[in-house]
């Protein structure tokens, strides 16, 4: 079957391509909030009519949560399981955002088109890219070049709470595949493709501390009643040592140094720290002392604040003492750091440090270990070849930052290895205002998975 | 002139006065938030038309803010000035009233009924008092007890920026008085009214830490990127040490050490720590490790942080590694601490503590010293023993934990000392949810007036 038509399909249809993803961004699917559980069905049900537009069987399937779907498409062939997500992340701060984050539109911008938008990087117009991969070879040929099973979640931004039960409930069915795809990941650069093969696992606490039990005038109370975001600013300050390490007992356990054969191999790539933090305004990389920036970002574990509140946060002035203080932290993990020990040494840790008459509560969310790919498998290799025909550069083996839980769930609930191919810059402001996927992505992103589909279909 | 006819006559009057204070309430002026203007400028109004109902005559003062209520009083004797203020806190959070804050009742409790409501207390019920004893005084005799000029505020709970120029402007007209009356503080406890003598002064600041210039992804940018929270978490921590101090630097200039003869009456009001912080949920003092509890909370200076906030802090969890962080800090000043000079002492900490790359902004609110009255005018001892006529235990003089900024600024502006006399009780909720008046308090706080005034007019 020739590539060369499907790539030109690719190319032709790029236009109503875009009218496609447009469609798809402007449903506001934001799974973490339960204000936005309809849009995340419609986005669902969006998604199943793409698929049935390719011929493929799909349906919705309900879970406690957000719906997943699932979808056969192909006749013959090696058996690929394809994986996206359809939720988005939350918007706020809104007023940062330069557009309607769920109006989409194709952007001019010294770096050449962009598709501006909440979701349209992260994960939407990935997804799609694999989607319209998959219409053009439907279009030349009339068949996909190898059997799909398609799987997309719409919860994965917010912890994927329905995840490991559907797997479990569904595992023979969903292990019949050889091997799973994932579109979630970045390029290595604009110029260079990748494939991830060391992934960050994730570990989400909420912790709450409460002192007195209502908010208080701290002319009245001020130095005799304890303040609990005093008690919650102790606890965030020791979390890291001066070195930059991270102080819970027994973090570092199962932290792996870099096997030399990555070490040398990310050294050839380049990565420049003071370019990649310039991009958002710092030069100076703030991790642990003795570390690379690779390093910091791809295969050493990471404690952050995502969010801190308490008292009185309007515009103007309060002089409260407040009951409450809280705090969402997150730690990455990499090598085989086992998050259930963390969280309890974690909650040990801060128990510990809990002056009298204050109390905690902690809230999980979420608790997922590193991956790191075993790249034997032939396929590895077929993609990376795939992937470098498409680009400047050849593509890279390279770690990933971000947490991708879904891979781990892969391999330890249907036995299947992923291989990690994704078309993000790192400009794409996920998770951030003014989220962007770049044209140029979303077009080679989408040729890149009609030539990574031809070599894994060729036995 | 009878004193009995006028405590008879406020007895009497009781279900009106509570009226009149109920309408007042009914208007939400919070000064603190512009939203609320039009609010503020209608309690002024009601508060011109009150005096007016007194045969006072009065008017409403433009300043850049809210207004200030300036009326005029009595045909002969001693000239008082009465300072009150209009203006009330904000109301979050709002889901923890048991009623709509701003639609005030009576309710019965176990203690005996209340007033319940935003600024029930906190000024509005307290100036109400001194209002009501002189529509009594006025009622009985035609005339009341003395000359006073009526000078009420509208920007007290945020911070008064437009007091001191005011004050400077109207320094002619408004020193014309012997000696000022304030009703803004509280009884010892529910059976002795006090004098506060001691009142510590107030330093606002807000800090906000930014690192990156974008809210970033924590798998992305987490481990090289500094995090504001924990910036912010570390100066937080730093600003007491181990044993309760304060460690900005020279914080403790002008602290004096108790003189011997307040501590041995303080001693014999025999304050319970432990009580007092029962009603509130806690049960161990949290201030300086050799401090009395009363010292904590009336004579020696503090650091609260009011609130705090940054990243992500809706439903859920988000894995946002955030640009900003922002905290309210306040100080508490006693003695002759100059709130200027901390205030720049403070931001040199705190410049000091940046890691590269993080850059801070700070936001003034408020700067005023402590005062202390001298009690040789004869007029403290006059209304002690008034207001010890009125109650079960004789009138104790008392230090104040919460900041007063116009007692200092009417002896260093207009030459005058101030008799700051109040009605309220610890668990009145003042700055919090559900905020009350004990139905005696404003009954006996308008009796007391009376007697006061009585007193104070016979030269």
Redesign the interface.
């Known amino acids: 079957m020739s590539l060369d038509a499907v790539l030109a399909r690719i190319d032709d249809d790029l236009p109503a391509a875009l009218d496609r993803l447009k469609a798809l961004l402007r449903i506001p699917s934001i799974s973490?909030?339960?204000a936005y559980s309809a849009e995340c069905d419609a986005a669902a049900d969006r998604l199943v009519a793409e698929l049935e537009s390719l011929g493929a069987k799909a349906e919705k399937r309900p879970t406690d949560g957000h719906p997943m779907v699932v979808g056969y498409g192909g006749s013959g062939g090696p058996h690929l399981l394809f994986y996206g997500h359809y939720d988005v992340?939350?918007v706020?701060?809104l007023a940062?955002w330069n557009r309607d984050p769920f109006d989409p539109q194709v952007e001019d911008t010294p770096n050449g088109k962009v598709i501006r938008g909440r979701g349209a990087c992260d994960d939407k117009g990935q997804l799609m890219t694999f989607i319209e991969a998959c219409r053009a070879w439907v279009a030349v040929h009339g068949d996909l070049p190898c059997r799909i099973t398609f799987f997309l979640e719409g919860e994965e931004?917010?912890?994927s709470p329905s995840l490991v039960p559907f797997l479990r409930a569904n595992r023979e069915e969903l292990s019949r595949p050889d091997i799973a795809l994932i579109c979630d990941t970045?390029m290595f650069d604009e110029q260079t493709p990748a494939i991830a093969t060391m992934l960050?696992g994730?570990l989400?606490e909420?912790v709450t501390i409460t002192?007195?039990?209502?908010?208080?005038?701290?002319?009245?109370?001020?130095?005799?009643?304890?303040?609990p975001?005093?008690v919650?600013?102790?606890?965030?300050?020791?979390?890291?040592d001066d070195d930059g390490r991270i102080t819970v007992p027994g973090f570092y356990d199962g932290v792996p140094e870099l096997p030399d054969a990555i070490r040398a191999q990310w050294e050839g790539l380049g990565f420049d720290?003071e370019r990649?933090?310039g991009g958002?305004?710092?030069?100076?990389?703030?991790?642990?002392r003795d570390r690379t920036?690779l390093e910091?970002?791809w295969s050493?574990?990471?404690c952050?604040?995502?969010?801190?509140?308490?008292?009185?946060?309007?515009?103007?002035?309060?002089?409260?003492?407040?009951s409450k203080?809280s705090?969402?932290i997150?730690f990455?993990l990499v090598g085989t750091q086992d998050p259930f020990v963390i969280r309890e040494n974690f909650r040990e840790m801060v128990r510990a440090m809990l002056?009298?008459?204050c109390s905690v509560d902690f809230t999980p969310?979420?608790a997922s270990p590193a991956s790191v790919m075993l790249t034997d498998d032939p396929a590895f290799e077929k993609a990376r070849a795939a992937l470098s025909e498409e680009w400047p550069n050849p593509a890279a083996f390279i770690g990933?930052?971000?947490?991708i839980p879904i891979a781990g769930y892969f391999k330890t609930i249907l036995g299947l290895d992923s291989l990690l191919i994704g078309f993000s810059r790192?400009d794409d402001?996920?998770?951030?205002?003014n989220e962007k996927y770049d044209l140029e992505s979303f077009h080679l992103g989408a040729r890149s998975w009609a030539r990574v589909l031809d070599a894994l279909a060729k036995e």
Request: aromatic share 4%; proline share 10%; hydrophobic share 30%.
């Open positions: 973490t909030d339960p992340q939350p706020d701060p940062l931004e917010s912890g970045g960050r994730l989400g909420e002192g007195p039990d209502k908010d208080l005038h701290s002319g009245m109370y001020g130095g005799i009643a304890m303040n975001v005093r919650l600013a102790k606890i965030i300050a020791a979390l890291h720290a990649f933090l958002v305004g710092l030069s100076q990389p703030a991790g642990e920036g910091m970002i050493r574990p990471t952050e604040v995502n969010g801190i509140s308490g008292g009185y946060e309007g515009d103007g002035f309060k002089t409260v003492l407040p203080a705090a969402k997150s990455r002056p009298p008459d969310h979420g990933c930052g971000g947490s790192d402001q996920i998770h951030s205002p």
